[in-house]
T-cell receptor, first 112, second 111 residues
Framework: QKEVEQNSGPLSVPEGAIASLNCTYS??????FFWYRQYSGKSPELIMF????GDKEDGRFTAQLNKASQYVSLLIRDSQPSDSATYLC????????????FGAGTRLAVHP | KAGVTQTPRYLIKTRGQQVTLSCSPI?????VSWYQQTPGQGLQFLFE???????NKGNFPGRFSGRQFSNSRSEMNVSTLELGDSALYLC??????????FGPGTRLLVL
C-alpha cells in the first residue's frame, strides 16, 4: 500500500463545474497535508495546506480533511481551462521535518 | 523576493559519469529539500538540509549525496550515473512546513 494514494485520472469536468480531487493516506499519525498543482513541464506550486479536521477555503479552492477516515480532498469551484493540470496531494509525517510524501497525482482536464 | 533557482536547467550525461546540481533557496530560507520526479515513480524525496546539516534522508542509494553551504545554497551529487537516474530533479526551499516552494528543476538525461 502506498503512503499517499490518488486516482490518476484524468478527471474531466466542464468549465464552470466543481472539480473534486481525492487523496487517502496510510499513516494515521500524519498531521500536515498539502495540495500542489503542477502544469506540464513545470514544477509543483503550493495551492493549500491544512492541518485541522474540516474545511479550509481560499478563493475558488476548498481543502477538506477527515483524519478519522484518513482522507483529504480538494474542491475547485467554477473550474477554468487554466486549472487543467496535475494535482498532487502530499503529507508530512510526525518528525518528518519538511519531508513531503507525495501521491502520484490526479490529472484534471477542464474543457470549455 | 527572488524565487528558488536551480542550475543547470538541462543536462545530458553518459552512464558512469557523475553530476552536480545546484540550488539557491529563497533569501532567508534555511531548509532545502531535494526530490526526484520520474513518470514511473512520481515525486520522491531525496534529502533535506537545514543550516548545513542533513536532517532527513529518503531511500536512495549512496550514489546520491548532497550538502548545504553557510549561505543555504545546496548542491546534490550523483556519482556513477545509471540510465534510471534520468529524471527531473527539484529542490524546494522553505522556512516552515507550510511555505515550501519548488525551483524550476534540472532535467537530467543519462545516455
Amino acid at each position: 500500500q502506498k503512503e499517499v494514494e490518488q486516482n490518476s485520472g484524468p478527471l474531466s469536468v466542464p468549465e464552470g463545474a466543481i472539480a473534486s480531487l481525492n487523496c487517502t493516506y496510510s499513516d494515521r499519525g500524519s498531521q500536515s497535508f498539502f495540495w500542489y498543482r503542477q502544469y506540464s513541464g513545470k514544477s509543483p506550486e503550493l495551492i493549500m495546506f491544512i492541518y485541522s479536521n474540516g474545511d479550509k477555503e481560499d478563493g475558488r479552492f476548498t481543502a477538506q480533511l477527515n483524519k478519522a477516515s484518513q482522507y483529504v480532498s480538494l474542491l475547485i469551484r467554477d473550474s477554468q481551462p487554466s486549472d487543467s493540470a496535475t494535482y498532487l496531494c502530499a503529507v508530512i509525517r510526525p518528525g518528518g521535518y519538511n519531508k513531503l510524501i507525495f501521491g502520484a497525482g490526479t490529472r484534471l482536464a477542464v474543457h470549455p | 523576493k527572488a524565487g528558488v533557482t536551480q542550475t543547470p536547467r538541462y543536462l545530458i550525461k553518459t552512464r558512469g559519469q557523475q553530476v552536480t546540481l545546484s540550488c539557491s533557496p529563497i533569501s532567508g530560507h534555511r531548509s532545502v529539500s531535494w526530490y526526484q520526479q520520474t513518470p514511473g515513480q512520481g515525486l520522491q524525496f531525496l534529502f533535506e538540509y537545514f543550516s548545513e546539516t542533513q536532517r532527513n534522508k529518503g531511500n536512495f542509494p549512496g550514489r546520491f549525496s548532497g550538502r548545504q553551504f553557510s549561505n543555504s545554497r545546496s548542491e546534490m551529487n550523483v556519482s556513477t550515473l545509471e540510465l534510471g537516474d534520468s529524471a527531473l530533479y527539484l529542490c524546494a526551499s522553505g522556512d516552515s512546513q507550510e511555505t515550501q516552494y519548488f525551483g524550476p528543476g534540472t532535467r537530467l538525461l543519462v545516455l
